[in-house]
T-cell receptor, first 111, second 118 residues
Framework: DAKTTQPPSMDCAEGRAANLPCNHSTISGNEYVYWYRQIHSQGPQYIIHGLKNNETNEMASLIITEDRKSSTLILPHATLRDTAVYYCIVRPSNSGYALNFGKGTSLLVTP | GAVVSQHPSWVICKSGTSVKIECRSLDFQATTMFWYRQFPKQSLMLMATSNEGSKATYEQGVEKDKFLINHASLTLSTLTVTSAHPEDSSFYIC??????????????FGPGTRLTVT
């Protein structure tokens, strides 16, 4: 799986948009970008994934650059409950293998 | 979405004893489950891949005789930490892939089990 680079931590004010960047410059053509998050002392939770088009669901938006070397996860209106570690993972879809978690970004949403 | 449960959610055991952690897929049959370990302020590290009806595949550096994995049914995988020591204290998390899903994002995580060895 391609390696990803994320900032170790970020702060965001409640109600504002949280933009979490991820660099994946060595991504291959068949690799997807997945985002998971882990709230303290809980199991990881799937957020969103994409290949090359921007994606949006009820939780977040995923913006992937045209060259696919980086992406941004956007939480449009962050709440205190969004405080968590966010993991960007790059891998082929349907590979059947475990997820390779990097260090992620620790997002702190403040009142 | 699909649900994966773990039991117990936390356990305290004495050094030298063994402890069993269960991982269940509640509304789907999982041919493959994964076991992760997470130390404080660190990321999840894959320990082993558990396949129903066959031996687990362990990651490098994980002692298979110490961390016994049994995946005897399509909805249950167990991890037994044998002769536990304080350094085995960690947060153990399982995940399961829903085989009905065409993509890998349908991998569901359990809530984790906090093991403390005294």
């Amino acid at each position: 799986d391609a390696k990803t680079t994320q900032p170790p931590s970020m702060d965001c004010a409640e109600g504002r948009a949280a933009n979490l960047p991820c660099n994946h410059s060595t991504i291959s053509g068949n690799e997807y970008v997945y985002w998971y998050r882990q709230i303290h002392s809980q199991g990881p939770q799937y957020i969103i994934h994409g290949l090359k088009n921007n994606e949006t669901n009820e939780m977040a938006s995923l913006i992937i650059t045209e060259d696919r070397k980086s992406s941004t996860l956007i939480l449009p209106h962050a709440t205190l409950r969004d405080t968590a570690v966010y993991y960007c993972i790059v891998r082929p879809s349907n590979s059947g293998y475990a997820l390779n978690f990097g260090k992620g970004t620790s997002l702190l949403v403040t009142p | 979405g699909a649900v994966v449960s773990q039991h117990p959610s936390w356990v305290i055991c004495k050094s030298g004893t063994s402890v069993k952690i269960e991982c269940r897929s509640l509304d789907f049959q999982a041919t493959t489950m994964f076991w992760y370990r997470q130390f404080p302020k660190q990321s999840l590290m894959l320990m082993a891949t558990s396949n129903e009806g066959s031996k687990a595949t362990y990651e490098q550096g994980v002692e298979k005789d110490k961390f016994l994995i049994n995946h005897a049914s399509l909805t249950l995988s167990t991890l037994t930490v044998t002769s536990a020591h304080p350094e085995d204290s960690s947060f153990y998390i399982c995940s399961a892939r829903d085989p009905r899903s065409p993509t890998d994002y349908e991998q569901y995580f359990g809530p984790g089990t906090r093991l403390t060895v005294t």
